[in-house]
């Protein structure tokens, strides 16, 4: 069964970085569009970042655009979201979710087939 595992969550001042992790246990990880949501208290999911393992193709939600990037190593199975500059408002819960590789990549969370359990950032002022 295809299972996502995040990690690299923590608390971080204002301006600071962050690294989280998603390892996936599939080997046909090549196959999928994995994606990185968040959600705060009291919001909507949103898509922050998403990869097409295939073709390496990225999409970035309006919010993180120059600040967070990700990326993949296929041969660990292993997508990565690098945090830069973060701010409070990011601060959320973290999920990466998987879905099989589409001609788009997409932020419609509903349309994800599987989910992490997700990791907490919390950005201080």
């Known amino acids: 069964q295809f299972q996502l595992v995040e990690s690299g969550g923590g608390m971080v001042q204002s301006g600071g970085s962050l690294r989280l992790s998603c390892e996936a246990s599939?080997?046909?990880?090549?196959?999928?569009?994995i994606a990185w949501f968040r959600q705060a208290p009291g919001k909507e999911r949103e898509g922050v970042a998403a990869?097409?393992?295939?073709?390496?193709?990225?999409k970035y939600g309006d919010s993180v655009k120059g600040r967070f990037a990700i990326s993949s190593d296929n041969a660990k199975n292993t997508v990565y979201l690098q945090m830069n500059d973060l701010k409070p408002d990011d601060t959320a819960r973290y999920y990466c979710?998987?879905?099989?590789?589409?001609?788009?990549?997409?932020?419609?969370?509903?349309?994800?087939?599987?989910w992490g359990q997700g990791v907490q950032v919390t950005v201080t002022s």
């Open positions: 979710a998987a879905v099989p590789g589409g001609i788009y990549l997409i932020f419609t969370a509903a349309d994800y087939n599987y």
């Open positions: 599939d080997f046909t990880f090549d196959l999928y569009d």
């Open positions: 990869i097409s393992i295939s073709t390496g193709s990225t």
